[in-house]
């Protein structure tokens, strides 16, 4: 079992930047972000094939998160710029190991992970 733990959650303005951080207890070469706001279905958001260092990001988020790891750290980050009230959320990040690339977006589209953090909350006040 991989343990995930967010952090980095917080309250800004609207037009601010916050970068979340995803410690996992084991390399994973496909790593996701998630994201559920209160009555809402969970959406994904970004994601890295680290085999070959390919990210994904859905359109609304597209041109203003970053999303990054560093094995070093055994961190998944994403940046999120430009931030905006539609992004308020609890932002979960999600992994698996010995993906294939098609597997890897497959499972980002599918929300089809075994490993989940507990979340980190991002408020977003306009």
């Known amino acids: 079992q991989v343990e995930l733990v967010e952090s980095g959650g917080g309250s800004v303005q609207a037009g601010g930047s916050l970068k979340l951080s995803c410690k996992y207890s084991?390399?994973?070469?496909?790593m996701a972000w998630f994201r559920q706001a209160p009555g809402n279905e969970r959406e994904r958001v970004a994601a890295?094939?680290?085999?070959?260092?390919?990210?994904y990001y859905t359109d609304s988020v597209r041109g203003r998160f970053t999303a990054s790891h560093d094995n070093a750290k055994d961190t998944l980050y994403p940046q999120m710029n430009s931030l905006q009230p539609g992004d308020t959320a609890m932002y979960y990040c999600?992994?698996?190991?010995?993906?294939?690339?098609?597997?890897?977006?497959?499972?980002?589209?599918?929300?089809?992970?075994?490993?989940w953090g507990r979340g980190t909350q991002v408020t977003v006040s306009s």
């Open positions: 999600a992994t698996d190991n010995g993906r294939s690339h098609t597997s890897c977006y497959a499972g980002w589209r599918q929300a089809g992970f075994p490993n």
């Open positions: 890295i094939y680290t085999s070959a260092d390919r990210t």
């Open positions: 084991a390399f994973q070469n496909c």
